[in-house]
């Protein structure tokens, strides 16, 4: 089983020096959601730029934590054939802000942002709930994410 993950920062980003271990977090997470032979894209920018996709998309006038664009399109290479599921979008200027909001380290928060990201590209949908502080998630999707961060809580992105 592979997958192909790849990632790329916005204008003006100082690529970080831990993008290889989220792309290798990610490997691992997509096998877990039984992903094979599919690619998913990772692009970190700042607030304002997800700000403007949160307003085109959305018609939300705010930045956001993180954005998944689903892609579902199909394209052969010499190594078989592929899905393109779709792009990840992540605020590197909000993951600092969610990890002292819910007490936890930004290794923690960006396995969190990553994971919500691929659950929305597999489909799924939490509606109006969020994971909050001190309380147990209730929908399916908030759940399993839950489930995956917690066999990946060994996994270290940001030392």
């Not at 590209?121 to 502080?133: C, R």
Request: with cysteine; proline share 3%; net charge negative.
């Amino acid at each position: 089983m592979s997958n192909r993950i790849f990632a790329a920062v916005g204008e003006g980003v100082v690529e970080p020096d831990w993008t290889d271990s989220a792309v290798s977090f990610m490997e691992k997470a997509a096998q877990l959601l039984g992903y094979d032979q599919e690619e998913i894209s990772l692009f970190f920018c700042r607030d304002d730029y997800i700000k403007e996709l949160n307003k085109a998309y959305r018609n939300i006038d705010a930045p956001t934590d993180v954005l998944s664009f689903e892609n579902d399109e199909e394209y052969e290479d010499e190594e078989g054939s592929w899905k393109c599921v779709g792009d990840i979008v992540i605020s590197l200027d909000t993951l600092p802000v969610n990890a002292e909001y819910f007490e936890e380290d930004q290794n923690s928060e960006l396995k969190r942002l990553l994971v919500h990201g691929l659950l929305h590209l597999n489909g799924m949908d939490h509606g109006e709930e969020h994971i909050e502080k001190q309380k147990a998630p209730q929908g399916e999707m908030l759940i399993l994410q839950e489930q995956i961060l917690q066999k990946l809580k060994d996994e270290i992105i940001i030392k």
